[in-house]
């Protein structure tokens, strides 16, 4: 079984996604998603220049010499660019030889650990009052696990707050943020740890009181404290009990969580901008985290991100992989099946895509009361429509970037 075509298929239904689909020679074909949100093409140049050549008459069914081959014989290693190109042959090939086998992927990789996924939701409001009908309008969807964010007092716009009004009359609209915005320069946001400090214990205190112990809550801190500011928060939100509190500092620096950590129980949750093993050597290894947040996506692969997760499990750490928007289709079904699978499963962040993505790819996935399971399909159980994708070229789109009241430009 030789893979003798490879197209790479951009397309912008919602928003921009990358997607390779790989063909065999005996007819099956496979799909994986190389979405970099915000830096789409540079992936559609690494796959279409240096990938795609490379993969012409190779065996389909060699999932680990394909990676290994990819990985060490580009010498740079790592990145999300490189990371990201790997993914997305990683997930096709693996989409191929479950179709092949005649099975969901998921038991390829050893068959379902648990009846469904536990996934949570974002809810956001500006005010307290929005806050809590984007809560009521998840549970209505079934969510069990809700991720707050909210307004922060004296700033114009904040990670997270969806643009749409949340209240009364507005049934129906979108309740998610989706950060990239379609033009030609980011937006600019402003920033102030001190008054979010302030404010964030306030909001964790009233979603608690309306709506009970029972209710699964996140938040996303989203790189912007310092350890010590960090440690602070995960103090004043241990009275509600958070799942987790994610990117509580910048990624970048590890060892920054050892600070973090020796303040707090609050758990924490952190890596969707990783892209390997080695960013989490650290972590891992000294128990400074509790949740993996990578993608299967953006960090090589099934292949690969199995091997992160399997590591975490002798830690006690959990999978939390990231599933936003930017996440196409096919990145939440590998993620789907990756979950099910694997024992040390913690939760999936679940962000549904809009109707037009929905026509794009062909999915097979299940949300029941609360909960994902990727479908019973042979593969990985999504198809991409070329016709509705040829309908929606490129867009080009940024993430917003953030600016302290002084113009200094601050962690988005
Ligand atoms: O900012 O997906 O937890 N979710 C997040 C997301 C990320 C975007 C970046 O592409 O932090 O909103
Ligand atoms: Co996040």
């Known amino acids: 079984m030789f893979i003798d075509k490879a197209e790479v298929i951009v397309t912008s ?11 065999t020679d005996d007819g099956l074909s496979g799909l994986g ?43 740079w290693r790592r990145g999300p660019v490189t990371m990201a190109a790997i993914a997305a042959v990683d997930m096709a090939l ?8 005649g099975m969901p992927l998921y038991q390829l990789l050893g068959g379902a650990s648990r009846k469904g996924l536990l996934a949570y939701g974002h809810a956001s409001g500006k005010s307290i009052e929005e806050l809590f009908d984007s809560v009521r309008a998840h549970q209505q969807q079934g969510y069990k696990a809700i991720r707050i ?13 969806a643009s749409n009004k949340t209240g009364a009359g507005n049934q129906g609209k979108r309740y998610d943020y989706e950060p990239a915005q379609r033009g030609a320069y980011p937006a600019e ?44 928060l995960g103090k004043s939100v241990e009275p509600y009990d958070l799942f987790w509190l994610e990117d509580c500092t910048p990624a970048e620096n590890p060892e920054a969580l050892r600070w973090v950590r020796r303040h707090t129980t609050t758990p924490l949750a952190i890596g969707e901008i990783f892209n390997s093993i080695w960013d989490y050597q650290t ?43 930017d996440i196409s289709p096919v990145g939440m079904a590998a993620a ?16 549904a895509h809009g109707e037009k993505t929905n026509q794009v790819f062909e999915q097979s996935f299940r949300w029941e009361a609360g909960m994902l399971h990727p479908g019973e399909k042979p593969g ?33």
């Open 13 to 23: 239904p919602d928003r921009n996604f990358v997607t390779l689909k790989l063909t």
């Open 33 to 75: 998603d190389a979405t970099l949100n915000g830096r789409e093409m540079a992936v559609v140049a690494y796959l279409k220049d240096h990938i795609v050549p490379l993969l012409m008459r190779r065996d389909a069914s060699c999932i680990n010499d394909t990676w290994q081959f990819l990985y060490r014989s580009a010498y």
């Open 94 to 101: 693996w989409d191929i030889k479950a179709k092949a086998a």
């Open 149 to 161: 964010q909210t307004g922060v007092p004296g700033l114009a716009s904040i990670y997270g707050v």
């Open 189 to 232: 946001e402003d920033w102030d740890t001190r008054a979010y400090l302030r404010h964030v214990p306030t909001v964790f205190e009233a979603v608690r009181n309306e709506f009970g112990p029972e209710l699964v809550l996140l938040h996303d801190g989203h790189h912007r404290m310092t350890p010590i500011q960090a440690a602070q």
């Open 283 to 325: 972590i891992i290894s000294e128990q400074l985290i509790d949740y993996v947040r990578s993608a299967v996506t953006h960090t090589g692969g099934i292949t690969h991100l199995k091997k992160i997760l399997d590591y975490a499990a002798q830690y006690q750490i959990k999978s939390g992989m990231h599933g936003p928007t």
């Open 336 to 351: 789907m099946h990756l979950g099910l699978a694997i024992h040390n499963f913690g939760i999936q962040e679940y962000m």
């Open 380 to 412: 990985l159980g999504v198809e991409l429509n070329h016709d509705e994708a040829g309908k929606y070229p490129y867009e080009q789109a940024y993430l917003p970037y953030n600016r302290l009241a002084d113009g200094t430009v601050h962690d988005w």
